[in-house]
């Protein structure tokens, strides 16, 4: 048995009570407790708690649109050279538990433990790994359910994957591919076992009005903080639906409707959605927008705590210089060189 399943079978439950915390302190004493035996662990595990610190600085001073410290950039592409070093000698190692599944793929680690697989849903060996994953990564906190194009999602996928968030620690789930769609949102959304999400991310899911709907009215999601909805059509019946997301979703701060169809029109009436006001950022990127569609979401008075993100490129070169400067000054970037594009 390797050193990570040792640890695992012991002490799942404790291991996810220390990650489910955003303070380091408790993680880092777990690192001091185990360098003894475990030095590269223990080391892996600071290397990724301090590396999450500085990229929360990094990302803070691009929204402000300043620059980062020299030393600061120097640490952090030191670090990122060591974490890449400890993953090429210890990654099969660490990932061993979850390789025996052909269906999992693309592990990613975070504060010293694995915390995201991409699981296939169409193989057919999916239900078995799924079922199985709340003992052989008891450290997730994300996972992507694909499914790729052509397939669809098979009726009883969505209950295998509400069975696994009952029995697990992940607050982050995504869905990929359009053979999803609205019936199994609908079941997905309706039940208790969401009731701990974070982040849902739905891009490219196949959603429509229906879809979106069962999302802003479901009982069960109080928790969530990011919706990512990008890539579905929601036309113009979507978009009424998500006059109701601030009921449902109070504690909603990052919504994502890039490329959803959003015309002016939708633009003009949702900007003018009290609950809006509740958001962190929206981004409205990829729609067909004019100027009167962009600028509904920056007027004077109007969503200002709200990051909007759009790239001004996709307007007509003799109105982008306006545009540009006034979601600059909505989003607070002083560099006028920064321009309101995604960051």
Same mark, same amino acid.
């Given at each position: 048995?390797?050193? *990570?399943?040792?640890?695992?079978?012991?002490?799942?439950?404790?291991?996810?009570?220390?990650?489910?915390?955003?303070?380091?302190?408790?993680?880092?004493?777990?690192?001091?407790?185990?360098?003894?035996?475990?030095?590269?662990?223990?080391?892996?595990?600071?290397?990724?708690?301090?590396?999450?610190?500085?990229?929360?600085?990094?990302?803070?001073?691009?929204?402000?649109?300043?620059?980062?410290?020299?030393?600061?950039?120097?640490?952090?592409?030191?670090?990122?050279?060591?974490?890449?070093?400890?993953?090429?000698?210890?990654?099969?190692?660490?990932? /061993?538990? *979850?390789?025996?599944?052909?269906?999992?793929?693309?592990?990613?680690?975070?504060?010293?433990?694995?915390?995201?697989?991409?699981?296939?849903?169409?193989?057919?060996?999916?239900?078995?790994?799924?079922?199985?994953?709340?003992?052989? /990564?008891?450290?997730?906190?994300?996972?992507?359910?694909?499914?790729?194009?052509?397939?669809?999602?098979?009726?009883?996928?969505?209950?295998?994957?509400?069975?696994?968030?009952?029995?697990?620690?992940?607050?982050?789930?995504?869905?990929?591919?359009?053979?999803?769609?609205?019936?199994?949102?609908?079941?997905?959304?309706?039940?208790?076992?969401?009731?701990?999400?974070?982040?849902?991310?739905?891009?490219?899911?196949? *959603?429509?009005?229906?879809?979106?709907?069962?999302?802003?009215?479901?009982?069960?999601?109080?928790?969530?903080?990011?919706?990512?909805?990008?890539?579905?059509?929601?036309?113009?019946?979507?978009?009424?639906?998500?006059?109701?997301?601030?009921?449902?979703?109070?504690?909603?701060?990052?919504?994502?409707?890039?490329?959803?169809?959003?015309?002016?029109?939708?633009?003009?009436?949702?900007?003018?959605?009290?609950?809006?006001?509740?958001?962190?950022?929206?981004?409205?990127?990829?729609?067909?927008?004019?100027?009167?569609?962009?600028?509904?979401?920056?007027?004077?008075?109007?969503?200002?705590?709200?990051? *909007?993100?759009?790239?001004?490129?996709?307007?007509?070169?003799?109105?982008?210089?306006?545009?540009?400067?006034?979601?600059?000054?909505?989003?607070?970037?002083?560099?006028?060189?920064?321009?309101?594009?995604?960051?």
């Amino acid at each position: 048995m390797n050193m *990570i399943t040792s640890i695992m079978a012991m002490l799942p439950n404790f291991l996810r009570d220390l990650l489910s915390q955003s303070d380091d302190g408790p993680l880092l004493e777990h690192a001091r407790m185990v360098e003894l035996q475990h030095p590269d662990q223990a080391r892996f595990i600071r290397v990724q708690c301090q590396l999450q610190q500085l990229e929360a600085e990094i990302e803070q001073a691009s929204k402000q649109g300043r620059d980062i410290a020299l030393e600061t950039g120097q640490i952090y592409s030191q670090l990122q050279e060591e974490e890449k070093d400890l993953l090429t000698k210890h990654e099969a190692e660490w990932t /061993a538990e *979850i390789r025996q599944y052909p269906a999992v793929r693309n592990p990613r680690f975070a504060r010293g433990f694995l915390d995201h697989i991409t699981l296939d849903a169409s193989d057919l060996d999916a239900h078995r790994a799924i079922e199985d994953l709340p003992h052989t /990564a008891p450290t997730l906190g994300s996972v992507s359910f694909y499914l790729p194009p052509g397939a669809k999602a098979p009726p009883d996928l969505i209950e295998h994957v509400l069975r696994y968030l009952a029995n697990s620690g992940v607050d982050r789930l995504r869905l990929e591919g359009e053979g999803w769609g609205d019936n199994a949102i609908r079941t997905l959304v309706g039940s208790e076992h969401v009731q701990k999400l974070k982040s849902l991310f739905l891009s490219d899911c196949g *959603i429509g009005p229906d879809g979106v709907k069962a999302i802003v009215q479901s009982p069960q999601l109080n928790q969530l903080e990011t919706l990512d909805l990008a890539g579905n059509s929601l036309s113009e019946n979507g978009f009424s639906a998500l006059a109701e997301f601030s009921l449902a979703l109070p504690a909603l701060r990052h919504l994502d409707l890039s490329n959803t169809g959003m015309l002016n029109e939708e633009a003009q009436s949702l900007a003018g959605i009290p609950g809006l006001s509740q958001l962190s950022v929206l981004d409205i990127g990829d729609n067909p927008l004019s100027t009167d569609g962009v600028l509904a979401f920056v007027q004077p008075g109007r969503l200002p705590n709200t990051r *909007i993100d759009f790239d001004s490129e996709d307007l007509p070169y003799h109105v982008r210089g306006t545009v540009e400067s006034r979601l600059n000054q909505h989003n607070g970037i002083q560099d006028p060189s920064a321009s309101g594009r995604k960051r």
